[in-house]
T-cell receptor
Framework: SQTIHQWPATLVQPVGSPLSLECTVE??????LYWYRQAAGRGLQLLFY??????ISSEVPQNLSASRPQDRQFILSSKKLLLSDSGFYLC???????????FGPGTRLTVL | SQQGEEDPQALSIQEGENATMNCSYK?????LQWYRQNSGRGLVHLIL?????REKHSGRLRVTLDTSKKSSSLLITASRAADTASYFC??????????FGKGTRLHILP
């Protein structure tokens, strides 16, 4: 069966510090991978999606970046965090045969 | 890609009552999915309905799809406290990215 992991679960970072969030998927190969951000009480904003290694599309211009160094690993990064980067970050993979997305447990980021 | 818009934004009902939430979208789709998000958690897939289907059931969930009106509804029957969550629709086309709306926040009152 497939599982998706995210870490860390929570993170408190000062403004201007770097960020690295990691997402890994097990039990499937060549998945489509997605990063979403959810502000408090709001909907999900699609940040990045990837259909393969080093194939990443950015949806919203921002100070975040994403990388996919391995087939089942997706990393969200920032060189300098802003207060507005606070939120709940969700990684997801998509099962192409069913068009269904499966989400990780999320990382709650607070930038102070 | 396209985004679904859920309505209402928030809904409070008594436990045991039925809850209905709606979704509208703008372009043609292959399918439409509904997801649930409990507070502070990731989204969980509930049900998928294909564009050639009009109604689908899964346990206490009933989903309808009207492609002529570009709308879908999710009905939860005999609501329970555990149904308190946010619900999102995701209209989709194969090989396209899924963009979520703001969701409907459902609160089941004891």
């Amino acid at each position: 069966s497939q599982t998706i992991h995210q870490w860390p679960a929570t993170l408190v970072q000062p403004v201007g510090s770097p960020l690295s969030l990691e997402c890994t998927v097990e039990g499937t190969s060549n998945p489509n991978l997605y990063w979403y951000r959810q502000a408090a009480g709001r909907g999900l904003q699609l940040l990045f999606y990837s259909i393969g290694i080093d194939q990443i599309s950015s949806e919203v211009p921002q100070n975040l970046s994403a990388s996919r160094p391995q087939d089942r690993q997706f990393i969200l990064s920032s060189k300098k965090l802003l207060l507005s980067d606070s939120g709940f970050y969700l990684c997801a993979w998509r099962q192409i045969s069913t068009d269904t997305q499966y989400f990780g447990p999320g990382t709650r980021l607070t930038v102070l | 890609s396209q985004q679904g818009e859920e309505d209402p934004q928030a809904l409070s009902i008594q436990e045991g009552e039925n809850a209905t939430m709606n979704c509208s979208y703008k372009t043609s789709i292959n399918n439409l999915q509904w997801y649930r998000q409990n507070s502070g958690r990731g989204l969980v897939h509930l049900i998928l309905i294909r564009s050639n289907e009009r109604e689908k059931h899964s346990g206490r969930l009933r989903v309808t799809l009207d492609t002529s009106k570009k709308s879908s509804s999710l009905l939860i029957t005999a609501s329970r406290a555990a149904d308190t969550a946010s619900y999102f629709c995701a209209p989709g086309r194969r090989d396209d990215k899924i963009i979520f709306g703001k969701g409907t926040r459902l609160h089941i009152l004891p």
